[in-house]
Every structure is written in structure tokens, then in C-alpha cells.
């Protein structure tokens, strides 16, 4: 017996079939993961409610605190303004100096150059100091120099010389030594170079036995009155032995 072949309505029933099996365990799958997602907002749900309460326990007891040590802090601030006026920091008063000083450490210059130089600026004050130096850069006033060059000779000299290098570094010391004279406290109209010296420093030596110039300089400035308040004493000193004179 030979089977029929199957018709097309046949095969329908069979294809719903089969999809109808295939279905029925992704339902499930599908019911199980809603369940899941419903249990894990759940969850979420409740570690916020947590977190929440615990935050607000947190805030409480800092009002709490806040409240507890408030009337301490109230405490403190009068006891502090009770010891104010007791603890007084006492200002230290800035002694006054004599000098001021400056100093030329191992200068690449002749010391024969320096010490002429030395000569020249002493009792001067620092400004016309500076000056006459910068005159001597543009070759205007020559250095007076014992027995060398007389035809740089300028009036009141027999003869001179323009160094203008050390004249440079002079300057340079002049400047620092004025910035010194300010900080001490000193009057820069009263200020004179009172003291000027330069002496060999450390002389590297050269091939053959030779060795570099090298000298030291000092230079110190000081306040000394001027003629006007010397008169002035004077004219005082003079008045009191007249009075003391009548006096008697």
C-alpha cells in the first residue's frame, strides 16, 4: 500500500504544532528573567532606602555635635578676649647702623688700576661717585696716575689714565653699596666714602710662571654731618657758655 501524500493543510497543522513547542519554553525563559529583574529592583530599591537612612543618621549627629560644641567655642572666644590685652607681641625696633659696606671679591682687574681708583672716590659721596666714574668711561676726566702717561694730563694733574674697565666694576660696587646705605637707614646726602681699599686676591697661575690679575676691593660709607649742622652746634654750644657766663 503506498501512502498518500500529504496536503498543504496538513502540513500547516504540523509547522503550528511545532512552533507552538518551540515557544512554550522561551515563555518560560522569559517569565524566569522578568522574575529576576523584578527581585534585582527590589533589591535596588532597598539599598537605597538604606544608604538614605544612613545619611541621615550621619547629618543628625553632626547637628548634634555642632550643638554640643557650640557653647564650648563660646567659651574660648572669651577666654581669648580675655588674654588679649595680657599677650601683647612686643615689635622689634630695627637698630639704626653706622655703615654701610660693600665688597669686590676677586675681580678681574690690575690692582695698581684699583687703588687709584680707591684714591679718587674717596670722600666723595656715592652719587658724584658714580658720576665722575661714568665721565671717565666717556673719556672726558682722566684718573690721576703717579708718573705714567703725562700727555693724558688734564688741569690740576700731571699725568692720567682712562681705565675704563675698573671703572665699570666700580660702578657696579657704588650701586650695591648705595642700596646698602638706604636698607641701613642712612641719609645718602650725608653718606661719604670714608674708606676705600684694594689689596691682591687668589692670582691664578698661567704656562711660564705667570699669574692672572686679580684684586680685592672694599669700600665703606658712612654718615657725617654736614657744615651747616656743625656751625649750627657750634653757634649752641656758644650761646650756653654766654648764659652761663651772666650766670655767674
Known sequence: MTERPQTKPQEKKLNREFDN?????????????????????DKTENLKNEENKVEQKIVDEKKEEKKETAPQAQQSTEVKKEKAPSQKKEVKKISKKDEAIAKGINLHLSKKHCMYICKYIKN??????????ESVIKMKNP?????????????GMMSGRYPVKASKEFIYLLKGLKGNVIVNGLDLDKTLIYYASATWAARPAKRGGMRFKRAF????????????EIKEKEMKQENKEIKLGEKA
Do not use: N, W
Not at 21 to 36: C, D, M
Open 21 to 41: 513547542l518551540k515557544k512554550i519554553p522561551l515563555e518560560k525563559k522569559a517569565q524566569e528573567i522578568g522574575k529576576l529583574q523584578e527581585k534585582k529592583e
Open 124 to 133: 666723595k659721596t656715592i652719587d658724584i661717585a658714580i658720576k665722575d666714574l
Open 143 to 155: 684718573i690721576p696716575f703717579k708718573g705714567e702717561i703725562p700727555h693724558r694730563s688734564h688741569p
Open 217 to 228: 676691593v672694599v669700600l665703606k660709607a658712612k654718615e657725617f654731618p654736614v657744615q651747616q
